[in-house]
């Protein structure tokens, strides 16, 4: 939970008068969520952030979508995405859908237009790379193993730094945030929590931009419009609050281990509506000394899992195919595990030097046409190698 910040100048006392050096008032504006009920924050900005000059229906690139059928477990290799020049925002690949949750990739190698997105939080992970996201909330870098945490509606841009940046994308329809059992009834991280305050990092200077006539891409409920604003939304002198977007290093997330192997909610980083997202991170293995390191088969009756392989070596899933880049898909209705051989090679290993990211999703996943793309089609069969 981003706890209490304060950036650039505000005046002493919210919804008071803060005037500009020419006399006239900065206009205040309150992005809160919830209905005033929840977490909110307080930005100062030079010129009215209401000021629209005009508004136009935009189509984005298609994500058409299929359903999982026959049901089967997939394998998607990003890393076989075409690498033409793109952007983080119009440029993402959609792979995997429901209801609920899209979860997409980027090849990113020039900045994306201004875009706010009013269905719900997104989550970046860097896969590889270097990035800044600009918001109205300032500058804040973002580098490989970093989560970014874009809350609704923030107007943004991902700018990326030297080399494409390759980053794995997670749109929710509603808000991502730490599990609630890692925070206090009042939202201080708790002592049993894998990460904590100091290991999250805010924008810390506001950008202060004055430009007019700047165009934002807006996807909502019924679309997306294109929104040509007065002023630039990034002339904010200050703001504070609990609501502004965050970055964590998957490096920072400390594993919880045991005697014996333990269940994925160890792993949970954040929960968001109907998905939970786990990271994998290097770590020592069980220790009891009959301990199977590796998971067991397992049938996750309420919900698909996807796994992106993002470093390391992936014992339990040598001879599959599985590579850096490989996002895998676990459905519903069928049981998986390691594949064959991986379990008497685990037996004796202390510890596993992996990195992955995985989100579990409580209703069906479809497959978009990008990841079927790049679908390993004779992955559902590996299980029957001998």
């Known amino acids: 939970m981003p706890y209490y910040r304060s950036v650039g100048e505000v005046p002493h006392k919210r919804h008071t008068q803060f005037r500009r050096p020419d006399g006239g008032l900065y206009a205040e504006e309150l992005m809160g969520q919830e209905g005033f009920s929840s977490d909110s924050s307080l930005l100062y900005h030079r010129h009215a ?162 430009e007019t006539d700047v165009e934002v891409y807006v996807k909502h409920r019924a679309g997306w419009t294109r929104h040509v604003y007065a002023h630039h939304p990034f002339d904010v002198v200050g703001w504070d609050g609990c609501l502004y977007p965050w970055a964590f290093s998957i490096h920072d997330f400390e594993p919880i281990t045991g005697r014996v192997h333990q269940p994925p909610p160890v792993h949970q980083t954040f929960e968001g509506p109907n998905f939970v997202v786990c990271s994998f991170v290097p770590r020592k293995v069980d220790y009891h000394p009959l301990a199977i390191p590796v998971p067991y088969n397992h049938h996750n009756v309420d919900s698909d899992e996807v796994l992106f392989y993002t470093g390391g070596n992936y014992e339990a899933r040598r001879g599959s195919g599985i590579e850096q880049g490989s996002i895998s898909l676990h459905p519903s209705g069928f049981t998986h595990g390691p594949q064959p051989g991986a379990v008497e090679r685990a037996l004796g290993v202390e510890a596993f030097d992996e990195l992955a990211v995985m989100v579990d999703t409580f209703r069906p996943l479809d497959l978009c046409e990008a990841g079927l793309s790049v679908e390993d089609t004779g992955y559902a069969w590996t299980w029957s190698r001998s």
């Open 49 to 210: 952030p209401t000021a629209i000059v005009s508004a136009d229906e935009f189509t984005p690139p298609p994500a058409a979508q299929t359903a999982n059928l026959p049901l089967k477990p997939r394998h998607l290799r990003t890393h076989k995405l075409d690498e033409g020049p793109a952007d983080a925002v119009l440029g993402r690949r959609q792979l995997l859908a429901n209801n609920d949750v899209r979860i997409g990739y980027a090849i990113a190698d020039r900045p994306s237009p201004l875009y706010r997105n009013a269905v719900g939080d997104e989550c970046l992970y860097v896969e590889e790379g270097t990035a800044i996201i600009e918001s109205t909330f300032g500058r804040l870098e973002a580098g490989t193993g970093d989560y970014v945490i874009i809350p609704t509606s923030v107007i943004h841009r991902i700018v990326p730094q030297g080399r494409p940046v390759r980053m794995l994308t997670i749109e929710a329809t509603g808000h991502i945030g730490p599990p609630k059992r890692y925070l206090s009834v009042r939202g201080q991280f708790l002592e049993h929590a894998p990460y904590c305050e100091r290991d999250q990092r805010a924008p810390d200077s506001v950008l202060n931009v004055d």
